[in-house]
């Protein structure tokens, strides 16, 4: 079956650095999305990564593993305005399926 | 560049009845997703139209439906509406498909009483 995880909550502070993970087991992979949605907003797209290794994007970054499976989201430099729901997507042919998302609440 | 509109944004109903919510895409863009968001499920995929044809669809009854216009904006319809379908509905519009990079609406929020 296709299964996306990622963990439901997670807390940091101001100015540290957080890694958001999303694990997968899907049919077929040709791609991993990841998206940000703040509170009663529209998700927004923040990085899509298709090759093994890590994308760098000012603050943001985003790594894949295809071999296992797992990506993951790191932001630096955390600053309140961070705190928001950050969704996982893979792409399985002409199909995407999202996770639940990970809540991150940024506290000073 | 225009983004995507949704409407209404905020839609209250009675258990039974029908609506209808409406999605504009981004010009030029000729894929609209449809997707239902609730505290629970997450972000669960309902059918993609792509120029005026349902290309791709989820795991929802047959009360969903949808379709397309030559201009490409989109309509979702929900009939005899249940309490569980209180959610977000969400459209995004995409170039070249739902699997590529979408471009989310603010949603509308569905209220079933």
């Known amino acids: 079956g296709q299964n996306i995880d990622q963990p439901t909550e997670m807390t940091a502070t101001e100015g540290a650095i957080v890694q958001i993970n999303c694990t997968y087991q899907t049919s077929g992979f040709n791609g991993l999305f990841w998206y940000q949605q703040h509170a009663g907003e529209a998700p927004t797209f923040l990085s899509y990564?298709?090759?093994?290794g890590l994308e760098e994007k000012g603050r943001f970054s985003s790594f894949l593993s295809r071999s296992k499976g797992y990506s993951y989201l790191l932001l630096k430099e955390l600053q309140m305005k961070d705190s928001a729901s950050y969704l996982c997507a893979v792409r399985d042919g002409d199909k995407l399926i999202f996770g639940t998302g990970t809540r991150l609440q940024v506290f000073p | 560049k225009a983004g995507v509109t949704q409407t209404p944004r905020y839609l209250i109903k009675t258990r039974g009845q029908q609506v209808t919510l409406s999605c504009s895409p981004i010009s030029g863009h000729r894929s609209v997703s449809w997707y239902q968001q609730t505290p629970g499920q997450g972000l669960q995929f309902l059918f993609e139209y792509f120029s005026e044809t349902q290309r791709n669809k989820g795991n929802f009854p047959g009360r969903f439906s949808g379709r397309q216009f030559s201009n490409s904006r989109s309509e979702m319809n929900v009939s005899t509406l249940e309490l569980g379908d209180s959610a977000l509905y969400l459209c995004?519009?995409?170039?070249?498909?739902?699997?590529?990079?979408?471009?989310f609406g603010p949603g509308t929020r569905l209220t079933v009483t």
């Open positions: 990564n298709v090759l093994d």
């Open positions: 995004a519009s995409s170039l070249n498909g739902y699997s590529y990079e979408q471009y």
